[in-house]
């Protein structure tokens, strides 16, 4: 959007290396799996200098048991938040989906993301595409969070309800990455239920059974996501107005180098003296 000249020059630059500074950022310490979980799961504390390795003094005992039941070898996600001593290890959809469809998230990556949502597909397919996340936040976590939020109850609207809008990205998702099956499974899920419960906003209950206590019918995004899905599906070649490849001119400054697969190598000691996060 900025016209590169003299005059925008030096702003186009600052942008840049922001740009790289924030995708290694999020490549390197909002993604985990099997493999990073155990890395945290043996983390020390207290570690306060530039060559520590836990940078953000998270406690391994902070880590959920569900997540460690939950996370396969194949697969894994970039988590919904992060700050000092604490990690939101939540997986929501849309960002995870948006992060495959814009390349925020590396090749490799991508393909971990669409592999997780395939293994754990009773999770967050069920009955319904798609999860917003997972899981719900339930009994304590649910009244401090959502201040006992009647409309966010477990399992309901944005507290783990199933929203068939998103179908239409998670199908843009696959179509770039190749493995446009995935979303004809999950359409084929939706297509049973969606036509005859009326087009709801969103469905209820771990599985996405119910619809939606408060859910409104005939709701013009969900038949959007609907036809939108099958539009890509009968023309993939159209995914491409909505996706995002690999900028690697963009990235070329950062430290993650590209490696033979196409996907990044992470060097997070090298990163400590190039990249200010």
């Not at 159209?238 to 950062?254: K, P, Q, R, V």
Request: aromatic content about 12%; proline content about 4%; hydrophobic content about 40%.
């Amino acid at each position: 959007m900025i016209i590169d000249n003299n005059g925008s020059r030096n702003l186009v630059r600052a942008i840049k290396n922001r740009l790289r500074a924030l995708s290694f950022h999020i490549r390197e310490y909002y993604w985990v799996d099997i493999k990073k979980i155990n890395e945290i799961y043996r983390y020390k504390t207290e570690e306060y200098s530039h060559v520590a390795i836990n940078k953000f003094n998270f406690y391994p005992e902070q880590i959920p048991a569900w997540l460690v039941e939950w996370v396969r070898d194949e697969g894994g996600y970039l988590i919904g938040n992060l700050q000092p001593t604490h990690m939101d290890y939540l997986f929501f959809s849309l960002g995870n989906i948006w992060a495959v469809a814009s390349s925020l998230a590396t090749p490799t990556q991508a393909q971990n993301i669409l592999s997780l949502i395939e293994a754990k597909w009773d999770d967050l397919i069920g009955e319904m595409p798609l999860k917003i996340c997972y899981p719900a936040l339930e009994y304590e976590e649910w009244r401090i969070i959502t201040g006992s939020d009647p409309k966010n109850t477990p399992w309901s609207y944005h507290n783990g309800g199933s929203w068939p809008t998103l179908l239409w990205q998670f199908t843009l998702a696959c179509i770039k990455m190749g493995r446009p099956e995935l979303a004809r499974k999950a359409l084929e899920v939706a297509e049973k239920r969606l036509s005859d419960d009326w087009w709801p906003e969103y469905y209820d209950t771990q599985t996405g059974r119910f619809i939606g206590k408060q859910s409104r019918l005939v709701r013009t995004w969900t038949i959007a996501g609907y036809l939108t899905c099958k539009m890509f599906l009968e023309n993939p070649e159209m995914a491409s107005i909505l996706t995002c490849e690999e900028d690697l001119h963009l990235l070329e400054g950062c430290t993650c180098a590209l490696t033979k697969g196409g996907g990044k190598k992470f060097s997070r000691h090298a990163a400590g003296s190039q990249v200010l996060v």
